[in-house]
């Protein structure tokens, strides 16, 4: 894959929609997510025409804030999990990165006041239009050691969500599949918060 990788929500859409590009504009990933699901199940393909599933991702419990979603292949080997880690994440962003019961890497937002910021100013009238621009949060995937492998921000847009994936250090592609279906995962997670 060649970074930095571009990901998109589709704006005017009752379901979330997201795409993943690469730096030459090339879709990787095309995500949409249902609606209404007690027990979330996401399938993952390689472009919008769903012609082909990637992976498929599952929470391993009805509706809950620390719920463990894990990522398969289309032949159901698991490859990773992502968990949210439960009141930690109330302030400031955390998620954990698995292979099997291992935490490999970790998620955690850089700056938790641009969260608090955009939570006031969003509810002033047209506030919303102006938080998408003004405060974008990044969030910093790091390995056990706390060496940052890869980084995720939001880039200022007043219609859209996009944000910028770059890698940071040398990773393999098992890592690579395990970060950027959490990223993908974390996003749809946090993404009424900017």
């Known amino acids: 894959m060649q970074y930095p990788l571009e990901l998109t929500f589709k704006f005017w859409s009752l379901t979330p929609q997201m795409t993943i590009a690469d730096a030459q504009g090339a879709p990787l990933f095309y995500v949409r997510q249902q609606l209404f699901r007690l027990k979330e199940v996401i399938n993952v393909f390689g472009d919008a025409n769903r012609s082909q599933e990637l992976f498929t991702i599952k929470a391993d419990?009805?509706?809950?804030?620390?719920?463990?979603?894990?990522?398969?292949?289309?032949?159901?080997?698991?490859?990773?999990?992502?968990?949210?880690?439960?009141?930690?994440?109330?302030?400031?962003?955390?998620?954990?990165?698995?292979?099997?019961?291992?935490?490999?890497?970790?998620?955690?937002?850089?700056?938790?006041?641009?969260?608090?910021?955009?939570?006031?100013?969003?509810?002033?009238?047209?506030?919303?239009f102006f938080t998408g621009y003004l405060f974008n949060p990044t969030y910093l995937v790091k390995r056990s050691n706390g060496s940052i492998v890869m980084k995720l921000c939001k880039r200022p847009t007043f219609w859209s969500r996009k944000f910028i994936i770059q890698?940071?250090?040398?990773?393999?592609?098992r890592e690579q599949t395990q970060i950027l279906m959490s990223l993908m995962m974390m996003i749809l997670l946090e993404r009424n918060r900017g």
């Not at 809950?64 to 994440?89: C, E, H, Q, T, W």
């Not at 890698?167 to 592609?173: G, K, R």
């Open 61 to 128: 419990r009805i509706i809950d804030f620390s719920a463990r979603y894990n990522f398969s292949d289309p032949s159901g080997m698991v490859i990773g999990a992502v968990k949210r880690r439960g009141l930690r994440s109330l302030w400031k962003a955390h998620f954990d990165i698995f292979d099997g019961d291992q935490v490999v890497f970790t998620i955690e937002e850089e700056n938790p006041w641009i969260k608090v910021i955009d939570s006031l100013l969003s509810n002033l009238p047209f506030g919303d």
């Open 167 to 173: 890698q940071i250090d040398q990773i393999n592609d």
